[in-house]
């Protein structure tokens, strides 16, 4: 089972902040594809990627990162600190 | 290094009083605040500032180590907070402290362009109309490739 959490829009649209998936994805690409088929909300979340960021047990990543031993999938829109 | 993220104020005046006392063998501190802007209609309710507990630390502390490293700083500081804040509020403090004065302004520069769009916070404005996400800019990202 992996953890997955949503932050700031796409935590409002999917409407949960955290869920589990049991996935066989390999990398973060793969994850978003089976997050996608989850529901409409999720579908409609994930439906621009450009404006969507993620971190692999909490560092940023590129979607072509491998999931090897990954706990906890976090996306996010582009940080807005400071 | 101290790194802190909180939802309560705090008073930048004894931060900066603080980091100072605790500094060894520095010639110069440099700090900067953050505070929370109105909205151009000069409505703004108030803002909400979620994040990413863990990875947010985690960042944070990644981004201060790097410049104390790159500036061969004598102590870093920064403090961010989440939750509810409203116009004229702080926000966030950085405080560097280095030999000489030009390190110190280009470390907190350095933290201030890298805590924008690389550690996890998020902004929403919310006014008595509506409850908009703040969007992340081109020129915050771009302002990362001078580093």
């Known amino acids: 089972m992996l953890e997955l959490r949503y932050f700031a829009w796409l935590r409002e649209r999917i409407g949960t902040g955290q869920e589990q998936i049991d996935t066989k994805a390999e990398t973060v690409a793969e994850l ?26 909490q560092e940023l990543v590129e979607f072509d990162t491998p999931l090897t031993q990954a706990r906890e999938v976090a996306f996010f829109p582009p940080m807005t600190g400071g | 290094m101290d790194i802190r993220v909180q939802s ?11 980091f100072t006392a605790r500094v ?27 994040h990413y507990p863990g990875m947010t630390e985690k960042a944070l502390t990644a981004i201060a180590q790097d410049a104390i490293t790159r500036w061969s700083l004598a102590d870093a500081f920064i403090l961010h907070r989440f939750g509810d ?9 950085v405080c560097t402290a280095a030999r000489h004065r030009a390190d110190a302004f280009a470390a907190a520069e350095f933290l201030m362009d890298y805590l924008k769009s690389r550690a996890p916070f998020w902004k929403k404005e919310i ?19 001078r580093w």
């Open chain 1, 32 to 57: 978003i594809e089976e997050i996608k088929a989850l529901s409409e909300a999720h579908a409609f979340a994930f439906s621009d990627l450009t404006a969507i960021r993620a971190a692999v047990d």
């Open chain 2, 8 to 18: 309560e104020s705090f008073d930048m005046g004894a931060e900066l009083n603080s």
């Open chain 2, 24 to 50: 060894e063998g520095a010639g110069a501190v440099v700090s900067f605040s953050g505070l929370v802007r109105d909205v151009a209609q000069g409505d703004l309710d108030r803002m909400q500032i979620e």
């Open chain 2, 85 to 93: 804040l409203r116009a004229g509020d702080p926000i966030m403090m």
């Open chain 2, 127 to 145: 006014t008595g109309q509506s409850a908009e996400w703040v969007e992340a800019k081109s020129e915050d990202e771009d302002a990362l490739k």
